[in-house]
């Protein structure tokens, strides 16, 4: 089992910036790649970013340049760091990782873009 918490959503102005964090506790021993998620009112949750155990990145072609994903793993916590927001970023941002097949997702934290 793993528990994945989000922190650090919140309401910015359009150009601002936020970092997201994501702490893992449980059989985190097991994790490889970690991931971020968005998802919009009425749309389907889709994926920004990921991060491999060795420390390799890829993003979504609309947040490259803008976001970029970390990891420490002393903390097992993964970090999204975003700048130069838009309102079109909106969204409910979620973790998630696979461990033993399974899917573990974080409970999400608001991301709310005022243009």
């Known amino acids: 089992q793993v528990q994945l918490v989000e922190s650090g959503g919140g309401l910015v102005q359009a150009g601002g910036s936020l970092r997201l964090s994501c702490a893992a506790s449980?059989?985190?021993?097991?994790?490889?790649?970690r991931e971020w998620y968005r998802q919009a009112p009425g749309k389907q949750r889709e994926l920004i970013a990921t991060?491999?155990?060795?420390?390799?990145?890829n993003y979504a072609d609309f947040v490259k340049g803008r976001f970029t994903i970390s990891r420490d793993s002393a903390k097992n916590t993964v970090y999204l760091q975003m700048n130069s927001l838009k309102a079109e970023d909106t969204a409910v941002y979620y973790c998630?990782?696979?461990?033993?097949?399974?899917?573990?997702w974080g409970q999400g934290t608001q991301v709310t873009v005022s243009s």
């Open positions: 991060i491999t155990s060795r420390g390799s990145t």
């Open positions: 998630k990782c696979r461990v033993g097949g399974n899917d573990y």
């Open positions: 449980g059989s985190i021993f097991s994790i490889n790649n």
